[in-house]
């Protein structure tokens, strides 16, 4: 039993790394931070293409439907590898682009964030697409029968009540966003999961592990619950009967 | 003979099978006020939205001060026509539901179209919003947001809404419908007057009374076709077709 306390729970090895594994961590909230603005702007974006109005767009809904679909069903792990193991090789893309160095950030990083917007996108979008659907169908009417256009009605008047509908399922995609952005581990970015998985390789201990898991469980509880407060306030809402109010 | 403000000829419209107008022809001169009644399922508040385009019609004409606002059928799919354009700016609505915007105050619910559309300043679209708001007793509720009015009084927001942007013609589908009884009446005085003050109004409604008052032209329809057409006195009090004499019967009995 002690041999098993040693290998998890080893406090003294935890100490030692705490710091290293610490820093490890913070590149996970970075993937995560940058990934949730653009994920989160991408996927507004295919949301509104895929609600384009008419027969003339009926291109533009079907490539949205497809793209979103496909993301939603490929493994993100694939989309990761894919991305590092291709387009360093594209020639014909200029090499600041093909292998990218921004911000002081390596090519594996780029292609980990790259892979989880492409995939976060497409969940983001079924969020977006959800709150859109749930405004009554008259408040488009009524813009669009005092002469705004449909981006008028989308930009003023649809979108701005669908937001305040969403936030609790969208808390939920971010929450797994967090975590998936140890995936990009297996492209050698040294975030949390592939730091302590060095730990483990060098000194056969799995505290390291352990401790990165801690770290995830620490910032993400608080999280959920929040999303069932958010769930409760829109249950409320929902059976007083009351309209959104939105400041 | 007037040129007509809205003419619509030959009017119909399908969902699917089911075809729900069956060639409808109404005439509305300027400064008239024709009201429609009929059972629920005769297609009335259809042949309101068809006027806006709000569904456009599959088969016939209509036309606003004499422009033909659907060339064709079909033609009002493509949903940022020159026609849209054209009848958005002419025509105002007044749902039974209001659909006031919950999240912009009173004021911001009449002033946000007319500056996005009508491109006027701040000043100006204030100005005149609460020109209207204070013609429909509602000056006091400016910073409001609807959530917070009772039913009637958003009626009365939605028509100033609807106002602010200078239209020609009014449709009002069943506004009094979704209101406690006594709030009827304060949507109906506003009604009235803007009557009075010659707008062209296109009302479909179940206020027999308010029609007899203030109608021009009284239309009962019935299965996606007007069976009878006139004055509100012979259409109300002596009406000539059967099914108009039984609808009456089973409205006024109440």
Request: include cysteine.
């Amino acid at each position: 039993m002690s041999e098993f306390f040693h290998q998890y729970f080893d406090f003294h090895y935890m100490g030692e790394h705490f710091w290293e594994v610490f820093e490890a961590f913070l590149q996970n909230l970075l993937i995560f931070a940058v990934v949730a603005v653009l994920a989160l702007t991408w996927g507004l974006v295919l949301a509104l293409l895929r609600q384009l109005p008419g027969k003339k767009f009926v291109p533009v809904r079907f490539v949205t439907i497809a793209y979103i679909d496909l993301f939603r069903a490929i493994p993100i792990l694939i989309v990761i590898l894919l991305i590092s193991g291709g387009i360093p090789f594209l020639e014909f893309i200029p090499k600041d682009i093909r292998i990218p160095h921004w911000f002081g950030k390596p090519d594996p990083f780029w292609y980990g964030v790259a892979a989880l917007m492409l995939v976060y996108g497409a969940f983001t979008a079924e969020v977006y697409r959800a709150g859109i659907e749930a405004v009554p169908g008259g408040q488009m009417e009524a813009a669009r029968s005092l002469g705004m256009s449909h981006w008028q009605a989308m930009r003023h008047i649809v979108v701005p009540q669908a937001v305040t509908l969403i936030p609790a399922p969208m808390l939920n995609e971010m929450i797994s966003l967090l975590k998936d952005s140890t995936l990009v581990s297996v492209i050698a970015f040294s975030e949390s999961v592939l730091i302590s998985r060095e730990l483990l390789a060098e000194s056969f201990n799995s505290s390291a592990l352990l401790l990165t898991g801690v770290f995830f469980i620490v910032i993400i509880l608080p999280l959920a619950r929040v999303v069932d407060k958010l769930i409760a306030r829109n249950q409320g809402k929902i059976t007083r009967g009351s309209h959104i109010e939105v400041a | 003979m007037v040129e007509a403000m809205v003419s619509l000829q030959g009017i119909h419209k399908r969902f699917g099978e089911l075809e729900v107008l069956k060639g409808v022809d109404i005439d509305v001169g300027r400064g008239e006020v024709v009201c429609i009644l009929g059972p629920s399922g005769s297609g009335k508040s259809t042949l309101l939205r068809c006027v806006n385009l709000l569904e456009p019609p599959e088969e016939g004409e209509i036309f606003i001060e004499g422009h033909d606002i659907c060339k064709g059928p079909g033609s009002g799919s493509g949903q940022e026509s020159w026609e849209l354009d054209f009848v958005r700016r002419r025509v105002g609505i007044v749902f039974q539901q209001f659909n006031l915007f919950p999240h912009k105050t009173v004021l911001q619910n009449v002033t946000l179209a007319q500056e996005r559309v009508l491109d006027r300043s701040k000043q100006e679209a204030r100005a005149k919003a609460t020109e209207l708001l204070e013609r429909v007793g509602l000056s006091e509720k400016l910073s409001e947001y609807p959530a917070r009015l009772s039913g009637g009084q958003q009626q009365r927001v939605a028509i100033a809404r609807a106002l602010a942007m200078d239209p020609h013609v009014m449709l009002f589908d069943e506004v009094t419908s979704a209101l406690d009884p006594e709030l009827v009446k304060e949507v109906l005085d506003v009604m009235r007057e803007l009557a009075q003050e010659g707008m062209t109004m296109l009302v479909v409604t179940h206020e027999i009374g308010f029609a007899r008052e203030v109608a021009d032209k009284v239309v009962f329809m019935d299965g996606g076709v007007i069976v009878e057409q006139g004055k509100p006195a012979d259409v109300l009090d002596n009406p000539r077709e059967e099914r108009t004499q039984k609808f009456l019967g089973l409205v006024l009995e109440r």
